[in-house]
């Protein structure tokens, strides 16, 4: 009865062993697999949010600097038609 006991319980220790543990640990390492190439897919992204945000910014500031001389252009012309109306007058 012992000896028969004692199959059972190695049977039973290399069932578990076997048949739970290694496919758990081999599941195990394909999440940690997985879990570092979204580390890596997500810092390229972070990568690429940063140079889209640097070039947002240059694009505002280009915007921004022609807005201001389009508005001088406007300005000026206006001085310059204010000018000439002065002028045609005399």
Do not use: N
């Not at 001088?72 to 206006?78: G, K």
């Amino acid at each position: 009865m012992l000896v028969a006991a004692s199959v059972l319980l190695l049977l039973l220790t290399l069932y578990l062993f076997f048949g739970a543990y290694l496919p758990a640990k081999q599941r195990l390492t394909r999440l940690e697999l997985e879990l570092k190439q979204l580390y890596a897919h997500e810092a390229q992204m972070q990568t690429k949010l940063a140079q889209q945000d640097k070039l947002y910014a240059l694009r505002q500031q280009q915007v921004t600097a022609l807005s201001t001389e389009r508005d001088a252009l406007a300005r000026r012309l206006e001085d310059l038609e204010k000018e000439l109306a002065r002028g045609k007058r005399r």
